[in-house]
């Protein structure tokens, strides 16, 4: 099967306008989320260098297959993406690159492709309510989408933004012409407006959840968006607070849809998730045609899959009921409202992970059941998703699902083509092969799973001793990992279990590996490695593979 094309025509289905083999969203050039890359020629080693003494930057000449390294803030979660010459990725300000904004901030960086050099930087402050919405010091958890000129992103304020992405380089472009006032909101220097300059962001629109929807995000905000048709598709991280018992805003919904250009609501889904959240929204959209109709695909923080169908339609006045039993919701359509119609739904959670011996578990024991944490993935006419819990909540049994979205209604039995529960709890998203028809996913506790796409049979697991937190990236016949511990690893895509390195990166990953114009990038909690076989790093008088000689 060659997916190059059908690739590429997905993508310019999608509406999305960029560079072929660009990283310019979560799931790269598939809105299906598949975390695989067609590039070839990727190192299966690298080594990460030393540090020159007395600081945090990494020597270049003591490194191997590195072409230049980033320093990022103290704590990294967000994962890159690459579109147009420029790298984007979320951190904290730990490592402040500009002294008029110090303190807890979250921070979207731009870096040049080429040298890794810094563009410019957005600047969100955090929230006044504190970690019950804003947990302090996590940073920028979204991953950008960027579509020609316009990035779209999700704050830890629970904002949609749309930014230009030349920064304010190309002057403050959009109806927003606020961002003076809006990179100090909420801190010290709230009401003195900081001079914008060249290396700030340029906001084009916002669209405030909070305000809007009343969302009540649960910790943090971290929808990675999704864009099919011009709509974007955004998670409102809505939640529980502080007690953990308690939906404040059940009414919020959970998915909705946005005008890429304008910002302005035009749907939301009618599943009516929000009395039923065990803990928080945490899933992204992943869309795909199915029966010839694009469908958005959202894992629920009521650890039900749906399938939406991607069109908003106006409401016909029929009660949205629960899909499973839990709390009453009275709420009923609005005819003068658009929604995202639910096509179809699975519980990802069987009843043996629900009661045992006639007494319920509770959430979080570890034999119990879970919400969906990771993004659903689209890949010939399967959607594949695990579940999984906040990695506070520590280990369990978990599940990773094969459903069949061509069918209607409820799928909990009947549309479920395989599952397979030798998996524990996992936040993260798959990787298939289309090549060899395996699919990759890891899970908290730390293994790595090999199945058989089509069949879900097991070949092999893993153990990286360590929690992973991010997923697994398959390219070029290799499975691209790293894990709490900061250990990068490298495996065979093969039927057969081959290790062919493990290098140890210095600090934490709790994100996941991208490639993007046959480049691989692998952030830390503190620095960003870009990586390239016989890379010659940025710097050096030695040419590089096009025989240009570049210098920072």
Not at 88 to 103: A, L, M, Y
Not at 367 to 374: K, N
Not at 424 to 432: M, V
Not at 452 to 461: H, I
Request: contains cysteine; glycine residues 12%.
């Amino acid at each position: 099967m060659n997916t190059i094309p059908l690739l590429a025509a997905a993508f310019l289905a999608a509406g999305l306008v960029t560079r072929a083999e660009d990283w310019p969203q979560w799931g790269g050039n598939d809105p299906g989320r598949n975390m695989y890359s067609t590039a070839k020629g990727l190192p299966d080693s690298l080594n990460p260098g030393k540090m020159k003494k007395g600081t945090e930057e990494i020597d270049l000449a003591t490194t191997k297959n590195v072409k230049w390294v980033a320093k990022l803030g103290s704590e990294t979660y967000g994962n890159v993406v690459v579109s147009g010459g420029k790298v984007f990725i979320g951190t904290n300000n730990g490592v402040p690159r500009d002294k008029r904004h110090v303190g807890d901030r979250s921070i979207l960086m731009a870096l040049d492709e080429k040298t890794g050099a810094f563009l410019w930087q957005l600047v969100v402050p955090k929230l006044k309510a504190g970690k019950v919405n804003d947990w302090e010091n996590l940073g920028l958890l979204s991953s950008p989408l960027v579509s020609g000129n316009r990035l779209y992103v999700v704050t830890t304020r629970c904002e949609v933004l749309c930014l230009d992405t030349e920064g304010q380089k190309n002057g403050n472009d959009g109806d927003f012409k606020d961002e003076a006032n809006y990179f100090v909101k909420d801190t010290p220097k709230e009401g003195s407006p900081i001079e914008v300059g060249p290396n700030d962001a340029d906001i084009i629109w916002k669209y405030d959840m909070m305000d809007e929807l009343g969302s009540f995000p649960h910790n943090g905000s971290n929808c990675s968006l999704l864009m099919v048709d011009g709509l974007l598709y955004v998670c409102t991280s809505n939640g529980q607070d502080w007690t953990h018992v308690n939906v404040p805003s059940p009414n919020t919904p959970s998915l909705i849809a946005l005008d890429a250009q304008t910002g302005k609501l035009k749907g939301e889904d009618n599943a009516g998730i929000g009395p039923r959240i065990f803990h928080g929204l945490w899933s992204s959209p992943s869309a795909g045609k199915v029966n010839g109709r694009w469908q958005i695909f959202f894992g629920g923080g009521d650890g039900v899959c749906y399938g939406f169908d991607a069109q908003p339609q106006r409401g016909d006045g029929s009660p949205i009921v629960p899909v499973l039993p839990g709390p009453e919701y009275k709420r009923e359509e609005d005819k003068t409202t658009d929604y995202l119609k639910k096509v179809w739904w699975a519980d990802g959670n069987p009843p043996e992970y629900k009661s045992k011996n006639g007494r319920p578990f509770k959430y979080q024991e570890a034999e119990g059941f879970s919400d969906i944490l990771a993004t659903p993935v689209f890949y010939n006419n399967r959607v594949y998703v695990a579940i999984g819990q906040d990695p506070e909540h520590s280990e369990g049994v978990g599940r990773l699902l094969c459903i069949d979205p061509t069918q209607k209604g409820d799928l909990s039995k009947s549309g479920v083509v395989w599952d397979y529960r030798g998996i524990k709890r996992s936040i993260s998203t798959c990787s298939i092969d289309p090549a060899t028809g395996l699919l990759f996913i890891n899970d908290f506790s730390g293994y790595v799973h090999c199945l058989d796409v089509a069949t879900g049979k097991v070949n092999w697991v893993y153990d990286m001793k360590a929690h992973m937190w991010g997923s697994t990236l398959v390219a070029d016949g290799k499975v691209f990992l790293g894990d709490e511990d900061g250990d990068f690893v490298v495996l065979a895509a093969d039927k057969s279990l081959k290790v062919l390195s493990e290098t140890n990166l210095g600090a934490p990953i709790y994100s996941t590996p991208v490639v993007a114009n046959g480049t691989l990038y692998v952030s830390t909690q503190t620095h960003l490695f870009v990586v390239g076989a016989n890379a010659v790093p940025v710097g050096s008088d030695a040419p590089t593979a096009d025989g240009v000689r570049v210098k920072k």
